[in-house]
């Protein structure tokens, strides 16, 4: 037994390299930025303040982002609604028989999906049936889970930049982690090209500060590309209201696979992410609809007619803002670039 738990010990603490990497490139980033950059060397106050009001700025909400991705505990299925299931399977032998039983218990349940071969979909861990969007892919089920290998592609051998399940409960903050950490690398590329050309030609005299510089530059660019691909990936998910695992394998209903099952329109999958009150969409708090234990189904819960309805209702002013959010955040990365 002890050599499994210093073994478990072990893998948890080397799950966090990953995080502590990153951590360290950021503090590194703010020494090189604020003390080698802004106070060393830049000459002109006015440009020195602007500098580090904007770099704060975003740095803020890229920390604050990151931090409750880490921290946001992945939302799992009810251990209530375990009592009767259990009960029943358990006491047959027969997958004939656990599948009738399973079936006459799911009739009750807002469930809707089913296994590749059309059957009722169980959890033998958690000894629930499994509610529509509930994966294993972490050490316990979780909702709307992302594929850490596709979330972590920015590291070698699938290490984890985050170290938690991506899930329900903290997708939203898991895009802006990435819209945020992309921003925050193209104000570090906007504002010290001018002074890494400068450095490069030889125009300012070889200082401490000209490594920092030097390199500053090349590893925000450098993020900048890869975080860049990762969060347009999943902008193209929000949008379609999918999983990266339902991206690869389309979900299956009764009536079969539909890989549009839960997409309610532009609108409404952006709005099940970020929310239907715009005001929250920028930050780090919770904001996404439902209760994260049950999803809508176009197919079950909304007709074409009920579904017109709803995205003329709220379709134009959600697409509107939507809209302008990200017309925001391409026209900063323009304008930085530009300057």
Same mark, same amino acid.
């Not at 604020?34 to 802004?38: A, K, S, T």
């Not at 399977?89 to 997958?95: D, G, I, L, S, V």
């Not at 399973?102 to 071969?117: D, E, H, I, Q, S």
């Not at 176009?298 to 579904?307: K, N, T, Y």
């Given at each position: 037994?002890?050599p499994?738990?210093?073994?478990?010990?072990?893998?948890?603490?080397?799950?966090?390299?990953?995080? +502590?990497?990153?951590?360290?490139?950021?503090?590194w980033?703010y020494?090189?930025y @604020?003390?080698?950059?802004?106070v060393?060397?830049?000459?002109?106050n006015?440009?020195?303040?602007?500098?580090?009001?904007?770099?704060?700025?975003?740095?803020?909400?890229? !920390?604050w982002?990151?931090?409750?991705?880490i921290w946001?505990?992945? %939302?799992?299925?009810?251990?209530?609604?375990? *009592?009767s299931?259990?009960?029943l399977?358990?006491?047959?032998?027969? /997958?004939e028989?656990?599948?009738?039983i399973?079936?006459?218990? %799911?009739?009750?349940?807002?469930? #809707?999906?089913?296994? &590749?071969?059309r /059957?009722?979909?169980?959890?033998?861990?958690?000894?629930?049936i499994?509610p529509?969007?509930?994966?294993?892919?972490?050490?316990?089920?979780?909702?709307?889970?992302?594929?850490?290998?596709?979330?972590?592609?920015?590291?070698?051998? *699938?290490a =984890?930049?985050v170290?938690?399940? @991506?899930?329900f409960s903290?997708?939203?903050y898991f895009?802006?982690?990435?819209a #945020? &950490?992309?921003?925050?690398?193209?104000? !570090?590329?906007a504002t010290?090209?001018?002074?890494?050309?400068?450095?490069?030609?030889k125009q300012?005299?070889?200082?401490h500060a000209k490594?920092?510089?030097?390199f500053?530059f090349?590893?925000a660019a +450098?993020?900048?590309?890869? !975080?860049?691909?990762?969060?347009?990936?999943?902008?193209?998910?929000?949008?379609?209201?999918?999983?990266? !695992?339902?991206?690869?394998?389309?979900?299956?209903f009764?009536?079969?696979? =539909?890989?549009n099952?839960?997409?309610l329109?532009?609108?409404r999958?952006? %709005?099940?992410?970020?929310?239907?009150?715009a005001?929250?969409?920028?930050?780090?708090?919770?904001s996404?609809?439902?209760?994260?234990h049950?999803?809508v189904?176009?197919?079950?819960?909304?007709?074409?007619?009920? %579904?017109?309805? @709803?995205l003329?209702?709220?379709g134009?002013?959600?697409v509107? +803002?939507f809209g302008v959010?990200?017309?925001f955040?391409?026209?900063l990365?323009t304008?930085?670039?530009v300057?």
């Open positions: 037994m002890a499994s738990h210093a073994l478990r010990c072990c893998k948890r603490a080397l799950n966090w390299i990953p995080v +502590l990497f990153i951590n360290l490139v950021v503090g980033s020494y090189a @604020v003390v080698e950059l802004c060393y060397t830049i000459p002109n006015a440009e020195r303040i602007s500098y580090l009001v904007i770099f704060h700025i975003f740095l803020t909400m890229f !920390i982002s990151y931090w409750k991705t946001s505990k992945p %939302a799992g299925p009810s251990k209530a609604r375990a *009592g299931e259990k009960e399977y358990e006491r047959e032998e027969r /997958a028989t656990q599948q009738e399973l079936k006459k218990v %799911a009739r009750n349940l807002p469930v #809707y999906t089913r296994t &590749a071969g /059957a009722i979909r169980y959890c033998d861990n958690c000894q629930v499994k529509d969007r509930l994966f294993s892919k972490c050490t316990h089920c979780i909702f709307k889970i992302h594929h850490s290998k596709v979330l972590s592609h920015v590291f070698p051998k *699938g =984890d930049m170290n938690n399940c @991506v899930g903290n997708y939203k895009v802006l982690f990435l #945020y &950490a992309s921003l925050y690398c193209v104000v !570090i590329c010290v090209i001018q002074y890494f050309i400068k450095f490069w030609t300012l005299p070889d200082t490594f920092h510089i030097l500053l090349f590893v +450098l993020f900048f590309i890869s !975080i860049l691909s990762l969060l347009g990936y999943h902008l193209w998910l929000v949008g379609k209201n999918r999983t990266t !695992i339902e991206a690869f394998r389309a979900p299956v009764a009536n079969g696979p =539909d890989k099952g839960f997409s329109g532009f609108s999958n952006v %709005a099940e992410v970020f929310g239907d009150q005001k929250y969409w920028f930050f780090p708090v919770f996404s609809l439902g209760d994260g049950s999803f189904t176009r197919l079950v819960h909304i007709d074409p007619e009920q %579904a017109n309805s @709803v003329q209702q709220n134009k002013r959600q509107f +803002l959010f990200f017309l955040f391409f026209y990365l304008f930085s670039f300057y």
